[in-house]
């Protein structure tokens, strides 16, 4: 199986489970193809090993972790295609909000509750109400529900570390 066709068996048979990509085929239609099958995160295979750990920290806590260009990518493909603002924006809360630009910036529940001086878990109720209120079935549409409606902007996602 090539890595489309694994990350479609691993999501069938757990689909809690967590996916970290190390590809050599760094490239924007392979990485957006395995966005939309649920992939954390991507990295080359030459990826120094503390961007690794980070990496997987950031997937653990936070449900994903992508880079600057995937973000990048991720933005550029929402361009032109930004849908009107609808009812669910309206319906965000400005906490909502808040959590969601510092979820955007890939801050940590224990570090958007001490940015923000609420509790993780009440970072973590809020996480759920936007999932619910938005349609997302993850942070990673959260995330891209946020990109398209001008959110989260892409200056304030962490670049890549060299």
Same mark, same amino acid.
Request: hydrophobic share 35%.
């Given at each position: 199986?090539?890595?489309?066709?694994?990350?479609?068996?691993?999501?069938?048979?757990?689909?809690?489970?967590?996916?970290?990509?190390?590809?050599?085929?760094?490239?924007?239609?392979?990485?957006?193809?395995?966005? +939309?099958? &649920?992939?954390? =995160?991507?990295?080359?295979?030459?990826?120094?090993?503390? %961007? !690794? *750990?980070?990496?997987?920290?950031?997937?653990?806590?936070?449900?994903?972790?992508?880079?600057?260009?995937?973000?990048?990518?991720?933005?550029?493909?929402?361009?032109?295609?930004?849908?009107?603002? +609808?009812? &669910?924006?309206? =319906?965000?809360?400005?906490?909502?909000?808040?959590?969601? %630009? !510092? *979820?955007?910036?890939?801050?940590?529940?224990?570090?958007?509750?001490?940015?923000?001086?609420?509790?993780?878990?009440?970072?973590?109720?809020?996480?759920?109400?936007?999932?619910?209120?938005?349609?997302?079935?993850?942070?990673?549409?959260?995330?891209?529900?946020?990109?398209?409606?001008?959110?989260?902007?892409?200056?304030?996602?962490?670049?890549?570390?060299?």
């Amino acid at each position: 199986m090539d890595g489309v066709d694994t990350l479609r068996a691993l999501n069938k048979a757990y689909p809690a489970l967590k996916v970290v990509i190390l590809t050599s085929h760094y490239n924007a239609t392979l990485i957006l193809k395995m966005i +939309e099958l &649920g992939a954390s =995160a991507f990295l080359a295979k030459n990826t120094p090993p503390e %961007e !690794l *750990i980070t990496t997987i920290r950031n997937v653990v806590d936070n449900g994903f972790h992508y880079d600057s260009f995937t973000v990048k990518l991720l933005w550029e493909r929402t361009q032109g295609n930004r849908p009107p603002a +609808e009812d &669910g924006d309206k =319906a965000l809360t400005k906490r909502e909000r808040e959590v969601l %630009e !510092l *979820i955007g910036q890939q801050y940590t529940n224990k570090e958007i509750a001490d940015e923000l001086h609420i509790s993780p878990r009440t970072v973590e109720g809020h996480r759920n109400r936007m999932l619910e209120k938005t349609g997302s079935k993850n942070t990673v549409g959260l995330i891209l529900y946020a990109i398209e409606r001008g959110i989260v902007e892409l200056e304030n996602v962490p670049k890549k570390s060299a």
